[in-house]
T-cell receptor, first 112, second 115 residues
């Protein structure tokens, strides 16, 4: 069964600290993996995309990793800011790209 | 500015009263889809459309209808809403064919409550 599982479900950190969010998937055939950020009451916005051959990709303070062998991805946030408080959703596309499977998301709270 | 516009953003209705949530995009994307988001379940696809007059069921299509008469519009129709359709709804688009990178562009969401 094609599934995307994220952990933790929620996370509270202090401003300035780093954190890592996890995504495990069983989607096949794999096309690509995206991390989205969803602010409260808004639609998700893409942060980064990972294809099969990519191991690491950065977007500012966000760094995504992908291990295609173990089917795991992580999103590392460096020097967190209050504006990082949001839900982070891992999304895996199956071959061809039209079928996408969403994780349930990790809710991140950054406190001052 | 590239936009996906949904209306209404908020709606409270009663069981059985037909309603339509509109979605319009100005990016000339071929692919449009509707999702519902419920706590703990993530986004689930309701219906999708690969182009004008081409629609297909997603994972949770029961109780919904869609149409794609124009490329820019993809309305979601609830013929007889029920309380279990209370949810946050998102319309999303992306490019089709070889230009497809898989990136979805989402609207701002429509929060629907069915009493």
């Amino acid at each position: 069964k094609n599934q995307v599982e994220q952990s933790p479900q929620s996370l509270i950190i202090l401003e300035g600290k780093n954190c890592t969010l996890q995504c495990n998937y069983t989607v096949s055939p794999f096309s690509n993996l995206r991390w989205y950020k969803q602010d409260t009451g808004r639609g998700p916005v893409s942060l980064t995309i990972m294809t099969f051959s990519e191991n690491t990709k950065s977007n500012g303070r966000y760094t995504a990793t992908l291990d295609a062998d173990t089917k795991q991805s992580s999103l590392h946030i460096t020097a967190s800011q209050l504006s990082d408080s949001a839900s982070y959703i891992c999304v895996v596309s199956r071959g061809g790209g039209f079928k996408t499977i969403f994780g349930a998301g990790t809710r991140l709270f950054v406190k001052a | 500015e590239a936009q996906v516009t949904q209306n209404p953003r908020y709606l409270i209705t009663v069981t059985g009263k037909k309603l339509t949530v509109t979605c319009s995009q100005n990016m000339n994307h071929e692919y449009m889809s509707w999702y519902r988001q419920d706590p703990g379940l993530g986004l689930r696809q309701i219906y999708y459309s690969m182009n004008v007059e081409v629609t297909d069921k997603g994972d949770v299509p029961e109780g919904y209808k869609v149409s794609r008469k124009e490329k820019r519009n993809f309305p979601l129709i609830l013929e007889s809403p029920s309380p279990n359709q209370t949810s946050l709804y998102f319309c999303a688009t992306h490019l089709g064919g070889r230009r497809n990178t898989g990136e979805l562009f989402f609207g701002e969401g429509s929060r629907l409550t069915v009493l």
